[in-house]
């Protein structure tokens, strides 16, 4: 056959009507429905890593003995000393004065140095002193010192080296003899926690022996204690530090251009060593005329950083912390550099002296034993800002006028930081400038830059929260919310937002130095962003969260107000933390309850219970669940706003988000924990009420138009109608106190209320109303669609049963004759009833639970016999609260016992009625924020895998389009794929992609290729007994698909991974109620459903009377159209490019148009009334004059004009058809008939083909058809019939 030419293909479209995607959206542009965080993932909270940034214990290094041996004049018999020799002790030379002298300036000099890292210790010299002194010295020191840390200092210069065993020298008396000094007595007086320094030759005997005689400390304790002290280490090992200037075998430099007591200069005077070493470099002569006399006269001061002298000592800080930070594991960091600021410097300035140590053959060791340091390339960053530096002394010293320039060492270690923020990650090493930028945070100059990378590095994950707190930044960022400036704000609320994501136990500093304020003020600027303010909102509610502290300081600081002002910005994120603020706030916290009530706070949220957002919802009535979750003693008034609120979030029970149903039914939680006893009493009336309805035979009152039998429940005068549905419950806010339940029905009775009755007595009415209410919510929660849903409501329900007990028969309470002396309920902690305790729910009642949604609680009557088809009755579809079936015997529920195992399995299980809603919202700042989404990313592998899903299906759509053009004179009878189902096919539908055909039966979906042949999978959808599959859609085609199965008792599910051979990667996205008050038929159409991928609708009806339109992006009913018609909905259409018109056919045969932009009791603009049954089909044709084309049971298709009401054009195919469908955009369509045929046909009416038989020699006479399908674009056509086969059929294959 010839191909078709283009320009006829084209004119056949137009006049078809089916012009293809004309008015289509590009793949790109289509919106991607419930494809938000709450549908990928669990509602659950990250998982807490422990933090160890934090130190157990702090230290002070509160006393520190200066021990000199120096013994001026005199040299140890055991060194020989070269000439020249180095001589300066602490900077003084010892022979320029007095020996005496010269040893108590050296002291003095020393204990100066010393008080330049640690002013407030206790300092105590003792010159070369005897044993007796030092022992003096040290248990003084270490009394005075308890449990804080001590320093002994020995210089050690004028005595002889350590011994082999463990000694050190010092005087006798009269100077004529060296004494030794066991280290195991100086452990003994020194105690723990100490630090060791040895200025002397062969110092490292002394630090390995030291440990030597701390095992046999404990070796020894074992013996007389019988137990270890530690399990690793003695407390003196674990807590001493030592630091040597020299190896065991190595001695102290003797260069005379170096002092003598080089290791000390370089722990106490580390600028001035390292400017003295550098002058004695090579690379000193970048710096002409440099001499060791000009680095003395370095201007500045070390603590004044504008100075060189300042800046150098700065520069220095954050190298010595970035080597030690990249080089060392974290808690030796932590304990060397963080716990103690004397011992922190004293470790930054060792690693200067290793590095110049070593260049003169010593090493200097220290306990615990760091790894080597002195090439590490930081200290070359080191010697370029000496370079930098000390190329501009020699001007600065000559002209007064001259200004110093800064290093700009800051600004290129920002800098370097930046380069690696675009490129870092997890798996890579941690940037090796994350110290650096601790140290510019001090700085104004640099504070805003470091900041912002900060928080660029704080937002790549938990990770780097927890790398940037080990490195001390929790200290800085507290100080900073002291500051003023208003370009800081932003910063620090989002590095905060970051931290206490991370680590809660922050609240507790926040408290403490009144950081609240800050974020308070941020959150009432009017001027600040609202994603700053969101930040804000989580910063102060995670401060209050379970922390009393919190919850009063925020409560003095107004949070309740400052967060009702703005609670209803038009930022969905505030909205959303603003809730969980004031949830937070009041979470157990009375006064703020109440300040919550004098602020009305309850009725501002209940606007919010409308949100768009689901979260947003979904936060509110988590604050409203906290709000009457209080457990404080409640008043009257307290009761009534609590039940007000009840009443309130009842609306909330058929929000299509399982999200905000989840929260709902926690909230029912904590009412019906504070009011068991009237919630028992409000389900034994209702019992009581169902068993007289079942009593009363339905009675035959007439017949409507559309063929269905008018049914009247019986309603005996005894009979008391109970409390509305809570979908009755009118939307408007509530009032505070009393006034919260003024609006509310009152039950209705057969008489009027008795005048005599008093307003409390009203009130009682009332009150059991919002009971009922409530109830009658938790029982439908009980059996909704999503399982997690369904089961907290159900604990809440066993908990109820289990109060209800035997003896006593239940009061109706709507009509019980009340005394003027009757009030309003008291408060739940007097749970006091006036009548008898209401009779025992046995096991019966929990099943009858499941019963409601397993039994449509269909009531057959015989029908008319000119009705076409056996239609029931036409009252409202509502289930038996606690209906078993037709064979239950009501009396089970008197017979059975009290099942007290039930009472207890109750309480415990109100435990399990909670959810991680709040944790889960946390997640939002542990995770990335300001990072591109993996969407977004042009390179990730998201993105690929999208542009490459949008190319295949642009190759799908053009493949397609020769395909379309013929279809009209093709005959379309090839079998190309048939395959037996395990069930009766009662949808079919094409993936329009994908060579996929889902097919399903009863009770779930059968996937398979049909180009290939095989079965991909099997989808169990879990709808309940009695139920059936009537309705499929493919979500998202386009890109991630996703599954709609829809079951005929209204509600519909979404499946994620639907395809997979592990049933654990299937996942439920949602779930909801998609239409309620299902009409009981023999023979109904279920639930039919429209999916409007472009606008994100789902047009949803059945067996109701109205068409509900849901909004898959809000989650939220928008619009519920009623039909006006006397029968069920079949099937759908609509409008996808002017998106107002929908299209509607009957069970009684006719077509309803109805737009959508109008008000509900306007919106049916047309009924289309020729065909004479059951509606089939409604489609309505592409482009701007496309008509709109229905087929009816009856065998007749009719193509109509919208304008008009009269059909333009009829076609009588078939004595009847049982399904029709046609294909979008080809000029082709197919009926099947239960005569065991399908007849396929064009637009015109000409047979294209009638399919029989299946393919084969001896081809078997194919089913009769329970359901046809066209593929979207392709010329396809799936066919399911009553023998459980599924066929696909498609155009002739061209002959060769």
Request: charged share 20%; with cysteine.
């Amino acid at each position: 056959m010839q191909p078709v030419p283009k320009d006829m293909a084209k004119a056949l479209e137009i006049e078809c009507g089916y012009c293809d995607d004309e008015h289509d959206v590009a793949d790109s542009e289509l919106p991607i429905a419930y494809n938000e965080l709450r549908h990928r993932e669990k509602i659950e909270g990250s998982k807490k890593v422990t933090q160890s940034w934090r130190m157990k214990e702090r230290m002070k290094t509160v006393s520190v003995a200066l021990v000199l041996c120096l013994n001026v004049g005199v040299d140890p018999p055991d060194v020989v000393k070269t000439s020249p020799c180095a001589r300066l002790e602490c900077w003084i030379d010892p022979l320029a004065q007095s020996p005496q002298k010269a040893l108590e300036a050296i002291g003095a000099n020393l204990q100066k140095q010393y008080e330049r890292w640690q002013p407030r210790a206790r300092y105590k010299q003792t010159l070369d002193p005897t044993v007796e002194e030092v022992k003096k010295l040290c248990t003084s020191l270490r009394r005075n010192a308890k449990e804080e840390r001590v320093l002994f200092h020995y210089n050690g210069h004028g005595v002889p080296k350590p011994t082999v065993n463990g000694e050190i020298w010092v005087f006798n008396k009269s100077y004529t003899q060296y004494i030794p000094l066991s280290i195991y007595d100086l452990q003994t007086w020194m105690g723990s926690p100490s630090i060791y320094v040895y200025d002397c030759s062969h110092a490292g005997v002394i630090v390995d022996l030291f440990k030597q005689f701390s095992i046999q400390r404990e070796q020894e304790s074992e013996a007389v204690n019988g137990k270890s002290l530690s399990s690793t280490a003695t407390s003196t090992m674990k807590h001493c530090i030592q630091l040597a200037a020299c190896g065991a075998n190595e001695l102290l430099p003797m260069n005379s251009e170096l002092p003598a007591d080089l290791f000390t200069s370089c722990l106490t005077t580390p600028i001035k060593i390292a400017l003295k070493w550098y002058v004695l470099q090579n690379t000193s002569k970048l710096v002409p005329g440099l001499t060791q006399d000009l680095v003395d006269k370095v201007p500045g001061m070390l603590n004044d950083r504008r100075t060189m002298l300042g800046e150098l000592n700065w520069i220095f800080t954050a190298i010595t912390d970035t080597i030690a930070w990249n080089t060392l594991p974290r808690d030796v960091f932590q304990r060397l550099f963080r716990q103690d600021l004397l011992v922190a410097s004293l470790f930054r300035n060792f690693l200067l002296a290793e590095r110049i140590m070593r260049s003169y053959n010593c090493t200097p060791i220290s306990g615990p034993t760091l790894p080597p340091t002195y090439q590490h390339p930081m200290w070359q960053a080191w010697d370029l800002a000496l370079d930098l530096c000390l190329r501009q002394l020699p001007k600065l010293l000559e002209d007064d006028s001259a200004v110093f320039q800064h290093s700009p060492f800051f600004t290129e270690q920002l800098t370097a930081f930046d380069v690696w923020l675009k490129y870092g990650a997890e798996s890579r090493a941690p940037p090796e400038q994350l110290p650096i930028v601790l140290q510019v945070l001090l700085s104004q100059v640099h504070r805003l830059r470091a900041l912002e990378l900060l928080g660029r590095f704080l937002d790549l994950g938990p990770w780097a929260v927890s790398l940037a707190l080990s490195v001390g930044i929790f200290p800085y960022v507290l100080k900073l919310l002291q500051s003023n400036a208003r370009e800081l704000r932003p910063l620090l609320v989002f590095i905060w937002a970051k931290i206490l994501s991370v680590d809660s136990s922050c609240q507790a500093d926040l408290v403490k130095d009144n950081g609240h304020k800050y974020f308070l003020s941020v959150l009432a600027d009017p001027y600040m962003p609202s994603k700053q303010k969101s930040m804000a909102a989580f910063v102060l509610a995670m401060m209050v969260n379970e922390y009393r502290q919190g919850q009063e300081a925020a409560l003095q600081g107004s949070v309740v107000a400052i967060c009702l002002d703005q609670l209803y910005d038009s930022s969905p994120l505030l909205r959303h933390w603003l809730a969980l603020c004031l949830a937070k706030v009041w979470t157990n916290f009375d006064s703020a309850r109440w300040c919550g009530v004098r602020d009305t706070a309850h009725e501002k949220l209940y606007k919010l219970l409308n949100d768009e957002e689901p979260e947003v919802r979904a936060a509110a009535v988590y604050a409203l669940g906290t709000f009457i979750s209080n457990v404080s003693e409640k008043s009257d008034h307290a009761t009534s706003i609590d039940l007000g609120v009840g009443m309130k979030l009842v609306q909330v029970a058929h929000d299509g988000s399982p999200l905000v149903r989840k929260e709902l039914v926690v909230a029912f939680g904590g009412l019906v924990s504070h009011f068991e006893t009237q919630f028992a009493v409000a389900a034994t009336q209702l019992i009581e009420d169902e068993k007289i309805r079942d009593r009363t035979p339905a009675v035959l009152t007439g017949e409507a138009p559309g063929g269905w039998n008018l049914v009247s429940p019986g309603s005996p005068a005894s009979a008391t109608s109970v409390a509305p549905s809570p979908l009755a419950v009118p939307n408007t806010a509530l009032n505070s106190s009393m006034e919260n339940l003024s609006h509310l029905e009152l039950p209705s009775t057969s008489t009027r209320i008795p005048r005599a009755m008093s307003t409390n007595a009203i009130s009682n009415l009332m009150f059991n109303n919002v009971y009922t209410n409530v109830w009658k919510a938790l029982t439908q929660l009980s059996i909704d669609p999503e399982s997690q849903v369904a089961g907290m409501a159900k604990c809440l329900v066993r908990l109820v049963k289990s109060k209800i007990t035997t003896n006593s028969k239940p009061r109706h309470m709507p009509n019980s004759s009340t005394s003027s002396s009757q009030s309003a309920p008291s408060s739940p902690s007097n749970k006091v009833l006036t009548v008898g305790t209401p009779p025992q729910l046995s096991s019966v009642f929990e099943e009858s639970l499941e019963q409601k949604r397993e039994s449509p609680s269909r009531i057959t009557i015989v029908p008319n016999p000119a009705s076409p088809y056996a239609y029931s009755a036409q009252f409202s579809r509502s289930r038996k609260m606690f209906d078993k079936g037709p064979n239950t015997d009501m009396k089970l529920f008197e017979n059975q016992i009290e099942d007290k195992d039930d009472e207890k399995d109750g309480k415990g299980q109100m435990h399990s009625i909670s959810t991680e809603f709040f944790e889960w919202s946390c997640k939002h700042f542990v995770q990335p924020i300001m990072r591109l989404s993996d969407e977004e990313d042009s390179e990730s592998s998201s993105y690929l895998q999208r542009e490459f899903r949008f190319d295949r299906n642009t190759h799908v759509r053009e493949e397609a389009q020769d395909e379309q053009a013929k279809a009209g004179f093709n005959r379309l009878d090839n079998e190309i794929f048939v395959n037996r189902n395990q069930g009766i096919p009662s949808v079919i539908k094409f993936h329009p992609y994908e060579s996929e055909l889902a097919v399903a039966d009863k009770d779930g979906v059968a996937f398979w290729d049909w180009e290939q042949g095989p079965k991909l999978g099997y989808l169990v959808n879990g709808n309940p007994r009695h139920t059936r599959i009537t309705s499929l859609e493919y979500i998202n085609a386009h890109d991630n698909t996703l599954l709609l199965c829809g079951s005929d008792d209204g509600c519909v599910k979404l499946w994620r991974n639907y395809i997979s051979d592990n049933e654990s990667e299937i996942e439920l996205v949602t779930a909801f109620q998609a239409v309620s008050e299902m009409l009981p038929l023999n023979r109904g159409s279920g639930l039919v459903s429209y999916w409007e991928q472009d606008t994100g609708m789902l047009l949803t009806s059945g067996d109701v009377r109205f068409i509900r339109i849901w909004d898959s992006q809000k989650e939220i009913k928008v619009q519920d159209i009623p039909t006006g018609a006397d029968s069920c909905v079949t099937c759908l259409a609509s409008d996808m490019s002017g998106r107002s018109l929908l299209i509607a056919g009957c069970g009684d045969g006719t077509v309803r148009l109805f737009d959508r932009r109008l008000a509900p009791t306007e919106c049916r603009v047309m009924t289309l009334r020729e065909h004479p049954r059951w509606v089939v089909k409604v489609h309505l044709q592409k482009g701007t004059e496309g008509k709109i084309v229905t087929a009816s049971n009856a065998g007749d298709v009719r193509f109509w004009d919208p304008r008009f009401t009269e059909s333009v054009r009829c076609m009588n195919l078939q004595s009847s058809f049982t399904s029709v469908d046609l294909h979008p955009r080809a000029d082709v369509l197919a009926c099947g008939s239960m005569n065991q045929y399908i007849g396929v046909y064009n637009q015109s009416g000409d047979t294209l083909s009638t399919i029989k038989y299946h393919d084969g020699f001896i081809g078997q006479r194919i089913g009769a058809i329970t359901s046809l399908a066209f593929h979207p674009y392709r010329v396809k056509l799936a066919a399911g019939s009553t023998d459980s086969y599924v066929s696909v059929y498609s155009t002739s294959l061209r002959r060769s």
